[in-house]
């Protein structure tokens, strides 16, 4: 990548490339249960931008600037209370879309509420998630994308924040050929069942890949042949701005959907969305024959109140990602890192807050992370250099055609007929009509 190409595709500070090609979609902000009627507001960072989030008596969210627009002092301090926000610096009280209800210190007279507001974006709340639009169009802002695993009522919804550029933390969950090594690379093929998901990666830890745009951003499928003779299929998507969708769950009977949001330049927060038939995250039901689980759960550090305190790790850089050289030097994990999460974490947090990419070195099984750089950075320049709308904006039905998983197909079959093949027996969940903006 030239020099250029790496500083638009990191960067998502207002004004930049990127951070105004994000702003055109809506945003995964906060999960609901993190905001109480009249509760305590919550710091939030998002494209470089400081917030606060906070539920109205009424339940209604609003997140705006956390600057008070009289004299800046901040509304983390603010007293949530009767409909609105009050500064505790002058008293000053907006409500959850910025409208200035009173200014309590100043004269009756003189006081000017209608001419002032509070910076606040459109909120969107479903499914536990708080969304956010943080683009132009505040008054008419786009539908919400129809994103299978996010439309489910009952889905199961996990927080992490990665101390690590949004691309670099994304790009994780598109390289597949990891998987043979970081997660499962002690593991021999006696170790699991034979219908186990996982036993091709053992059985062949170099596939080879189809990789190739689509309407919601690029789609990979990672093949090699099973030892009953069926092709093994790892299918996958990135989806505009900063969604993946991970091959590790059971194509037919599982949706997932998780969104890299950008904090900031090297922070970012993963929202990890599932549902199905078949309960639970995969990677934390998934065992051995003996019935020993291959990865521990992770441990949450306890939330805190500033910016980058929220659904942190207890393992971090700080104690080398809880790794442990015995169970690395024995065999039990190949890492010495128990947890799967933390052992994609480890990895992508130790090339630093941004990665160099002028030091790498990619490879053929590198295509879906090169592919997947230039479709994102082609679509964010067309978006500065020509005004294009950006795929998915105006259409959120195309987001819905995406579905990822690992299932064994007809050897004879290309990528295109495998997947459609799988997508027309898959349980699909969740529905196709748009929620309109609000």
Known sequence: MKAEDSHDLTRVGPGTVMGDFMRQYWM???????LEADGDPVRIMLLC???IAFRDSQGRVGIL?????????????GRNEDNGIRCVYHGWKFDVEGNCLEMPNVPVDFRFEPRVKAEAYKTHEANGIVWVYMGPNQDAPPPLPLIEAAMAEDAEIWCLMRDCNW????????????????????????????????????????????????????MYGSYRENDDGQMSWRVAHYMFPFWTQTPNNRFHSRAIARA??????????????????????????????????LFEKFDY??????????????????????????????????????????????????????????????APSDAMVARTRRRVLTAARALREEGTV????????????ARAGSFLHNPDDSLDEAYRAALSEAERYGSKTPEPAE
């Open 49 to 51: 931008e400081k917030l």
């Open 260 to 293: 890299w949001v950008p904090i900031d330049d090297e922070h970012s927060m993963l929202f990890d969305i599932t549902c199905g038939s078949d309960e639970g995250n995969p990677a934390y039901k998934s065992r051995r024959k003996t019935g020993e689980l």
């Open 28 to 34: 995964p902000a906060i999960q609901s249960k993190e």
């Open 301 to 362: 550090a306890p939330n805190g109140t500033g910016f980058y305190d929220r659904w942190r790790c207890v393992d971090d850089v700080h104690n080398d990602w809880g790794i442990d050289r015995e169970s690395q030097r024995d065999g039990t994990q190949y890492t010495g890192i128990a947890n799967i999460t933390m052992q994609d974490q480890a990895v992508t947090e130790s090339m630093g807050g941004i990665t160099d990419h002028g030091f790498e070195h990619l």
């Open 167 to 218: 691309m670099q933390a994304l790009e994780g969950d598109i390289d597949t050929s990891h998987v043979g090594f970081l997660h499962v690379g002690s593991l021999e093929l006696d170790d699991l069942d034979d219908d186990h998901p996982m036993r091709p990666t053992i059985l062949n830890r170099a596939p080879e890949y189809k990789v190739q745009p689509s309407d919601w951003g690029v």
């Open 65 to 77: 600037d956390q600057r008070c627009p009289h004299r800046c002092a901040s509304l983390f301090l």
């Open 390 to 401: 950006p795929p998915g904006v105006s259409d959120p039905e195309v987001f819905y055609r």
